[in-house]
């Protein structure tokens, strides 16, 4: 039997490297970006996926690299860069050059819907945001009881607040339904009472850090609405400074860490003390200083009371009763004078409203007025006498006596009508001739 040739792993993992590099190159993808890492170094490593697949991604020196900045947890993205296999550890991977962005992935899309409709609705609003109790005594903590940040905060309020009592509402922080069990156990801290456990005067909701999907259950919908119902002030620790949830929005206070949500919930016990030593150091100059100036003012009049005689003593009170005497009769006059004053005011105007007073000036006002309209009747009349002597006058020139008087005449048939033309009467019949002194009868006879 021949002998087989057999290659080394090393050389088979160059072989796929060769060919991916080959065959693939450098490429255009398009995806979504999770389970981003950003190192210390500058390289950041991160999963591009799709429905169906996914890819390791490595963008070494990422911030000089163009597009570095639409790189984030949720994003979607279009990538450049080249096709790899990496030898130590056998997989293969994307070297990214350059990105830019296409628009929302799934996540940040459905996380950008409901952070929009919960706005909608006021629950980010500044207005029912409640302020943390100074000196809580119980604190409630709903994560897991497995979590490496629940153990961070215990020891943070063992150090700064020894007197807390901390009561944990477990729940599950990541997977599958896990945001039913963390709003559970948020109502569950709401009424603690009713479960025999004592009540937080201050709830902390959160969990260490993680990728996008692994944050996301404190971006449901239900965990929101939870918060937003709590009866106590609720600080979401949700992740890293660097991420954000719906529940730091809800929340009343977000802290950028657990451990920085135990820091922010109690005050420190030293600072406490060296705050109570500052005031009690304070109230004691306080007191020993107050006491020195009465020791002092005591001292005083111990000597000013002892050193004089008694009728001297007595030198100054009495000139200062005097003038308050003095004082009190001067005010007294002048009250007096005052009173005087408005009394003989009230006089003169009593005597001016008297009935008689009254009566006496609405009688002379009715006697100018009837005055005035006899004398404005009297103008009236003369006046419409004048007139009619005038019209008289014009009548006189202008009637049908006047014009008899210079010689004219006026005939009237039988009927009583005027005559005006000689077609209007026959031979015989009788006419009447008014005249000026008279009338004429007289016959037709042509």
Avoid at 260 to 283: C, H, K, N, T
Avoid at 315 to 328: A, D, H, K, N
Avoid at 359 to 372: I, M, N, P, V, Y
Avoid at 373 to 382: E, T
Wanted: glycine share 8%.
């Amino acid at each position: 039997m021949a002998e087989v040739k057999a290659i080394s792993v090393t050389q088979l993992a160059r072989r796929i490297r060769n060919l991916l590099e080959i065959e693939v190159g450098d490429v255009w993808v398009e995806g979504e970006i999770s389970n981003l890492r950003k190192q210390g170094s500058g390289h950041w490593y991160f999963s591009l996926k799709d429905e169906s697949a996914q890819i390791s991604c490595a963008m070494f020196s990422a911030r000089r690299r163009t597009g570095h900045e639409v790189i984030e947890d949720g994003a979607q993205v279009q990538i450049f860069g080249e096709a790899s296999f990496y030898e130590a550890r056998g997989s293969t991977q994307l070297i990214v050059k350059k990105a830019k962005a296409v628009g929302l992935g799934d996540l940040q899309a459905r996380f950008e819907a409901l952070k929009r409709k919960l706005d909608q609705e006021g629950l980010f609003s500044r207005d029912r945001k409640r302020a943390l109790p100074g000196f809580p005594r119980v604190i409630g903590i709903v994560t897991s009881p497995t979590g490496a940040a629940l153990q961070d905060m215990k020891n943070i309020f063992s150090r700064r607040a020894p007197w807390l009592t901390v009561v944990l509402f477990p729940a599950a922080v990541q997977g599958k339904g896990a945001e039913r069990g963390i709003a559970q156990a948020i109502r569950r801290a709401g009424k603690a009472t009713e479960e025999g456990l004592p009540q937080p005067e201050v709830l902390i909701v959160g969990r260490g850090g993680g990728s996008l999907e692994d944050l996301w259950n404190f971006n449901e919908e239900i965990v929101a609405r939870a918060i937003a119902e709590c009866p106590i002030p609720v600080i979401s620790a949700v992740g890293h400074e660097i991420d954000f949830t719906i529940s730091d929005f809800v929340a009343d206070l977000r802290a950028p860490t657990p451990s920085a949500a135990a820091e922010l919930a109690v005050p420190d016990q030293v600072e406490l003390r060296e705050r109570i030593g500052s005031l009690g150091s304070r109230l004691k100059r306080v007191v020993e200083g107050r006491l020195d100036r009465l020791a002092d003012q005591l001292d005083y009049c111990e000597r000013s009371l002892f050193s004089q005689p008694a009728d001297k003593k007595l030198q100054y009170p009495i000139f200062r009763l005097e003038g308050l005497r003095r004082t009190f009769l001067t005010a007294v006059k002048e009250s007096m004078r005052d009173r005087e004053r408005l009394i003989e005011d009230y006089q003169a105007n009593w005597k001016h409203y008297h009935p008689r007073e009254v009566f006496k000036r609405r009688q002379e006002k009715l006697d100018a007025s009837q005055s005035d309209f006899i004398n404005a009747a009297k103008s009236a009349l003369g006046a419409q006498e004048t007139r009619v002597e005038r019209l008289g006058s014009l009548l006189q020139a202008l009637g049908p006596g006047s014009v008899f008087k210079r010689g004219f005449s006026v005939t009237y048939g039988a009927d009583g009508e005027i005559i005006k033309s000689v077609d209007t009467v026959s031979p015989g019949d009788e006419l009447t001739t008014e005249v000026g002194d008279g009338k004429i009868k007289s016959v037709v006879e042509e």
